[in-house]
């Protein structure tokens, strides 16, 4: 029986995952590494590589875990958002899964409030910095002031560590979310599809 790290090779597993699957180790087979694996994307990834039979066999599981996924993303995201919450509500209650209008609208509308969002962030981002140059300028002033003048070309420096510290903490702030997001998506699809389904 093949390791986990073959599996991965033959079946062109990324990078990331490969020397996840190697450090798993040696003996591990690729049903070890479904049940450790902590992203729901790289499970669905890995489902999908199985042979049609096995694929046909638990399709129906995969469809309501991904189900499961998209209706918590929902309620988390489209139904907060004025633009998306009529077609979030109509898509929870099944009334209107399909492609259509209202969703291509949604997804426009969603866009383009994400759109906002971000330049907001930005003109925030703008505003924090402009204010991290006028404290470190007045800072710079003050310690002239105070005859620090060893102190005083410091400030700036200091600032610009600061802001560029704080948009590095907000960064691997979103990006915590989002692995925090795929391990709950991998627990969901664990609990419709348990174990590793094996080839036939």
């Known amino acids: 029986m093949k390791s986990a790290y073959e599996w991965g090779i033959d079946h062109g ?4 995952a490969l020397e996840q699957r190697k450090a798993l180790g040696k003996n591990k087979t690729q049903s070890d590494w479904y ?7 790289w499970l669905i990834w890995q489902l999908r590589k199985l042979e049609s039979l096995s694929l046909s066999r638990i399709l129906p599981d995969l469809l309501k875990a991904i189900e499961a996924i998209t209706i918590r993303s929902i309620k988390n995201f489209a139904l ?8 979030a509500e109509q898509w929870i209650s099944g009334k209107d899964r399909s492609e259509s209008a209202a969703a291509r609208a949604a997804r426009a509308a969603a866009r ?15 505003r924090a910095a402009a204010w991290a140059a006028r404290t470190a300028r007045a800072a710079a002033r003050a ?4 005859r620090a003048a060893r102190a005083a070309p410091w400030a700036p420096a200091r600032a610009a560590e600061a ?10 702030a979103a990006e915590s979310a989002a692995w925090a ?5 991998a627990q969901d699809i664990r609990r419709f599809i348990p174990n590793w389904p094996e080839s036939e």
Do not use: L, M, P, Y
């Open 143 to 146: 310690a002239w002031t105070a």
């Open 181 to 185: 997001e795929r391990k709950i998506q």
């Open 163 to 172: 802001a560029a510290w704080a948009a590095e903490a907000a960064a691997s």
């Open 112 to 126: 383009a409030a994400w759109t906002a969002r971000a330049a907001a962030r930005a003109a925030w981002t703008a």
């Open 35 to 41: 049940v450790a694996c902590g992203r729901g994307d």
């Open 80 to 87: 907060t958002c004025d633009e998306t919450k009529n077609w």
């Open 13 to 16: 597993s990324c990078s990331e």
